[in-house]
Every structure is written in C-alpha cells, then in structure tokens.
C-alpha cells in the first residue's frame, strides 16, 4: 500500500485479484553463554505486518515470505544485537501457518518473541478489495461478516498459537502487536467514501481489541501501534501506509517509515 489515494479502475481490478494481506511477564535474563548484556535470544512470528512487506530491501532468502531488513524485528536486532535472532514471520500468514510453518526456533531458552497474526484469517484482504470495487453496503456487508469472524472464530486461532509459543518458551517475554487503522476520517480524500472508511477503521479496532484480550489473558504484552500511526492513515497527507500500489501485495501496508516510526517504537517500549 505508491500513491496515497485509490484512483483507477485498473489499480482496483489488479487490487482484487492478487491483495493479500500479505503485557505481563518480567524481562528474561541472556541464556547461558551469551556476553554480558546481551539482549535474550529474539524470535519475530506472524504475517506481512510483521515480515515487513510494503518497507522494501526484501531478504532475497525470505522468497514469498517478503522479509524485509527495514522491518520492525529486523531493525530491533540490529540495534540491540540479541544472542540469536530468528526471523519467520511472512507473507500472507494466518495463525494456521504460523503453528505449522514459525515456531521451530523456539526453545526453551528463548528470551523474546513478537508477533501479528489474525488480519488474514478475518479476510481483510479480501475485504478491501471488495470495498474498493464495490457499492457502501456491499463493503458495509463485507466488514461485517470479517468481524463477526473476528469476535467468534478468531479468539480460538489467537489461543492456539498463543498456547504453542507459550509451550515452546515458557519464560519468553512475548509481544503481540496489534494493526492500524487505515484511514483518516473526516479528510478530503479521493476514492472509498467516508462509510466505507470508517467502517474498514472500526474493523480494525475490533481486531485488535479481540488481540489484546487474548494476548492479555496469555501474560503477553500487546503493542497497540495506533498510538504512533496517529496523524500517518492513508487520507492523512503524511501517510506511513500505501494505498492501492505495484507490486499489490505492497497495497495496505506499511511503509519503510511506518515500521520505524510505527511500529519499531511500540516494540522497543515493551520488549
């Protein structure tokens, strides 16, 4: 998500057919054999959000996974040089994928795991591009059925992963960071009307209101990133997240600047 605004049918069709989505607990001591001071072993899960698609300097590793050096746990490990980092997150992750896929660098020797995941299981993507192609109550439809999945289904996902980090390192610190909203409201913005806006933001805070719960009754910490994309939503004139853009699955994230004035700064707080 390069231009700020949704514009063109052409950009809407491309949207359509390939977006995707891409706390409690003292601080851990460095494991054993790590040198004096040293960060504890770090592990960064989850989905696009977290591998940092829409920042760019991709991993060429990473393939599909899209795992950037200007992503969040990357630009955290580099600056505090933990004892080990593993880095799983990915691309168009959903819980299911990160409980067959991520959790293999967990030990019981971890000292801190981050993590987003839950847009893609509630269809986001497929959300937004329905919004954008499609009439207010169609998009007001859609949303409500993403979120009906977000209070029902959703909470059930979260505790699986949850649980299986919790399993894997027992006295891990670990961080679930919640999603923006997209959109300013009440801004003269050209493309989806402000209904449909504000619907997709309030989507948004259902999520991670439904994340955090979770999170909480795990002892995780929970990042809320609203506190630092304040003033950058798309509509904004000083945007940290990209619009309808090429390559799509770039569309509807964020920046190299949201994750390093977003969401790093939310981590770094908790961690």
């Not at 987003?116 to 169609?138: E, H, K, Q």
């Not at 979120?147 to 961080?175: C, G």
């Amino acid at each position: 998500m390069k231009s700020h605004r949704i514009t063109g049918a052409a950009s809407a069709v491309a949207l359509a057919l390939t977006l995707a989505l891409g706390g409690a607990g003292a601080a851990q001591a460095a494991p054993e054999g790590a040198s004096p001071g040293a960060a504890p072993s770090y592990v960064a899960l989850g989905d696009s959000y977290s591998s940092g698609v829409g920042a760019g300097s991709y991993q060429s590793s990473s393939g599909d996974c899209k795992r950037s050096d200007k992503a969040y746990p990357a630009l955290w490990s580099a600056a505090h040089r933990p004892a080990s980092f593993a880095f799983t997150a990915c691309s168009g992750a959903r819980t299911g994928d990160v409980l067959s896929k991520q959790l293999a660098p967990l030990t019981p020797t971890t000292g801190l795991v981050s993590i987003s995941v839950g847009g893609n299981d509630a269809g986001f993507a497929d959300a937004m591009s329905t919004c954008v192609l499609n009439s207010d109550s169609v998009c007001l439809d859609r949303i409500a059925t993403a979120s009906a999945f977000i209070r029902d289904e959703l909470p059930a996902k979260l505790d699986a992963v949850y649980s299986a980090i919790s399993a894997r390192s027992p006295k891990a610190r670990v961080v679930v960071l919640g999603y923006p909203r997209f959109y300013k409201l009440d801004a003269v913005c050209v493309g989806l009307s402000e209904a449909k806006r504000k619907a997709i933001n309030n989507a948004a805070d259902l999520l991670d209101s439904v994340t955090a719960k979770r999170a909480a009754d795990h002892g995780f910490a929970f990042g809320d990133v609203n506190t630092t994309f304040a003033g950058h939503e798309l509509c904004s004139g000083s945007p940290w997240l990209r619009s309808v853009t090429l390559p799509v699955d770039e569309s509807y994230h964020p920046t190299a600047a949201g994750q390093s004035g977003g969401y790093l700064p939310v981590f770094s707080s908790v961690a």
